[in-house]
């Protein structure tokens, strides 16, 4: 590992694309695990246009690196595009404040996303808590003072989950019907946790 080249020619080799896919001039929406924010700010240093690091009214900025699980991150792309809201209060702060659908920041979130060139989307957790009456998913963990055993429950998700499923065949379809895609895959590891799809980078082709 003492040569300058040791990263790519042992560890990346066969996992990176032919040429870089991304530009500074292309804008990136990354959200996600903590991942989404190292890579953020990794680009954004080196002059890269990562429209989560705007002073946009979005949750995907605000709270970019506290969606780590593959419900949350279906929640924005729903919410945005096709105006679903969680039927109950599931999104929530670093200090446990409670984020509520709103329609501005909706409207926001779908305006980035419409702009976005590419998607940096991480998967940084397989445990989730869920309202049980619902099934719906939390961000992270349920704040202390909403807390109610009698319907939120905790449970580990799998690689084969269904909704990592349905969120890839989501984006896809939402992409089809209003941009020109074009999507690439990536797996890795973040923070420590084995994730199915750890860094996902979805290229749009302009028109």
């Not at 909706?106 to 619902?134: A, H, K």
């Not at 896809?172 to 923070?191: L, P």
Request: net charge negative; hydrophobic share 40%; aromatic share 14%.
């Amino acid at each position: 590992m003492r040569s300058l080249n040791a990263v790519e020619d042992f560890i990346l080799e066969g996992w990176l694309p032919p040429e870089p896919f991304i530009t500074p001039e292309m804008k990136v929406t990354a959200f996600g695990s903590c991942f989404a924010e190292h890579i953020s700010n990794y680009l954004n240093a080196r002059n890269y246009t990562i429209l989560t690091k705007s002073d946009a009214n979005a949750y995907v900025v605000h709270m970019g690196e506290g969606m780590v699980n593959s419900y949350a991150i279906r929640q924005q792309f729903d919410w945005a595009f096709r105006g679903l809201a969680p039927t109950t209060g599931l999104w929530h702060g670093y200090q446990a404040e409670q984020y509520d659908y709103d329609e501005n920041v909706r409207r926001t979130t779908l305006d980035l996303f419409e702009q976005t060139d590419v998607f940096i989307l991480t998967f940084g957790l397989s445990e989730v808590w869920y309202d049980e009456p619902t099934g719906e998913v939390f961000w992270r963990a349920v704040p202390a003072d909403v807390y109610d055993p009698e319907r939120h429950k905790f449970r580990v998700t799998t690689v084969s989950n269904v909704t990592l499923r349905r969120l890839l065949m989501n984006l896809s379809k939402i992409v089809a019907e209003n941009r020109s895609w074009e999507q690439s895959f990536t797996a890795s590891r973040s923070c420590g946790c084995w994730i199915s799809a750890g860094a996902m980078a979805a290229s749009r082709s302009r028109n």
